[in-house]
């Protein structure tokens, strides 16, 4: 098989070469915080030139913290739900479902937009237990076709890597539309501080890319105040979590992430539940 060379019609579709990339490499790594042999074959697979991405270890680190953070909450939600749903939003080339290979059933549906789900399908296969679908998280055509299918379980949306490319209304949009539709509901939401979301350019492999941050937030708290519903769950930052695999890996050069305020929580995961239906019926 060739190598096949990308064609997006999304300027931010490009960046899904970013994670596929430091995936890849970090796999190979002789302690890895993630193994994802599969994003290993693909990258050998994708005709890019991926050298603008060498040097940028913090993005390799991060990346995999949040991989192997992901990875764990959907395993532990499928773990919980005998009926559970899980929701890759902006999959790109992530094989997340091959990569956790979970033994219990469950149904997944990874969401992109149409060039990259193109893309995707002649590297993954579709299942029937992982569909995939196309279209713009904000809008609700994607959710309609989600919950004819299940009209009533537990369902799990994870937005890795795309919060930061919308604005604060598209993120809104797309935490109501879910609440609109559904009564068990958890989001992951992976995301950044205003500091870095005004300065794409500090982002040394994005900054390669025609994709430009536009929504950041310094508060998990403002996120409840958009609805009643949910309530945040969890937080997890990649430099004050994990600073000691950072100082591991890059040394002294660590110390100014944990340590300068706009860095120390700047990038992370904020999760969150619905939960005032569910309380109601108590």
Known sequence: MGKIKPEFQENV???????????????????????????????????????????????????????????DAVRNFVAKYDDAVVVLIACGLDPRVERISIKK????????????????????????????LTGNITTEGWIKTIKEEHPSGHFLFILEGVAMYLTEEEVKRVFKNIDDNFEHAEIYMERMNKYLSRRTYLHESVKNTNATFRWGCDNPKEIERWSDSFKLKSE?????????????????????????PRNRRSLGIWSYEKRDRIIAKQ
């Open 13 to 71: 579709s490009e960046t899904l070469l970013i994670p596929l990339y430091m995936r890849a490499k970090e796999s190979k790594e002789e302690n890895p915080i993630i193994t994802d042999k599969t994003s290993e074959a693909i990258l050998s697979m994708v005709d890019y030139n991926f050298s603008k991405f060498y040097t940028d270890v913090r993005c390799q680190l991060c990346i995999s913290f949040r991989t192997k953070y992901f990875d």
């Open 105 to 132: 059933s469950y149904q997944a549906y990874e969401l992109d937009f149409p060039d990259v789900i193109n893309l995707r399908r002649q590297f993954l296969p579709e299942s029937s237990n992982n569909r995939y």
């Open 236 to 260: 997890y930052y990649y430099y004050s979590d994990e600073y000691n695999r950072i100082r591991k890996r890059i040394g002294l050069k660590a110390i100014p992430l944990k340590y300068l």
